[in-house]
């Protein structure tokens, strides 16, 4: 089973519509990581959340980490077709860089 | 080339042979990754190392053995290949508790 749980495990929006995918975990983390991903390429990093509470944006995607470390939620907002691919969550499980992913999302946006 | 590169892109070979995956970055990062990706299982993490000669087992190493006796090579070799070792594998590199940077994948199908 996954250390990480994403929902939802895909997505279809009409462009231009906003969107959250969300990243759940059974204990606390170290540090979560956002990555997408382009079909039959390697990953991308979007955004690193370390603190709880935390908050970061980046043109229209924002991630969000909780309190208490173990749920994260990455916000699309006005969806275009270049937002369309995979995208994963990861996290550092003991602070040693023994990273976890989940399974990931994918999302689609239909123009 | 700058960057993180993989090869062989594609590979495909039968039950039983000896296969290496190269993987070279030009960074100087201490950590080095091996993940394989499958669908249904997202992205699983192999192998990792610390910094030259230091290597440490993953969530799924089996089958696998990796050696790394220079910082910017990290090789992986599946000793005696298996069908279900079929998958798309993946390289990443970071300096430390930062993002992991990507190669493109090799796409290994076992026959």
């Known amino acids: 089973s996954q250390e990480l749980e994403q929902s939802p495990q895909s997505l279809i929006v009409q462009e231009g519509k906003n969107l959250t995918i969300n990243c759940t975990s059974s204990?606390?983390?170290?540090?979560l990581y956002w990555y997408k991903q382009k079909y039959g390429e390697g990953l991308i990093f979007l955004m690193m959340?370390?603190?709880?509470?935390e908050e970061k944006s980046h043109e229209k995607i924002t991630a969000k980490l909780d309190e208490k470390k173990q749920q994260s939620s990455l916000h699309i907002t006005a969806s275009q077709p270049s937002h369309a691919g995979i995208y994963l969550c990861g996290a550092d499980r003991d602070n040693n860089n023994d990273m976890r992913f989940g399974a990931g999302t994918r999302l689609t946006v239909k123009p | 080339d700058a960057g993180i590169t993989q090869s062989p892109r594609y590979k495909i070979t039968e039950t039983g042979r000896q296969v290496t995956l190269m993987c070279h970055q030009t960074w100087s990062h201490s950590y080095m990754f091996w993940y394989r990706q499958d669908l249904g299982h997202g992205l699983r993490l192999i192998y990792y190392s610390a910094a030259a000669d230091i290597t440490d087992k993953g969530e799924v190493p089996d089958g696998y053995v990796v050696s790394r006796s220079k910082t910017e090579n990290f090789p992986l070799t599946l000793e005696s290949a298996t069908r279900s070792q079929t998958s798309v594998y993946f390289c990443a590199s970071t300096q430390g508790a930062n993002e992991q940077f990507f190669g493109p994948g090799t796409r290994l199908t076992v026959l």
């Open positions: 959340l370390q603190k709880g509470g």
């Open positions: 204990k606390t983390l170290y540090g």
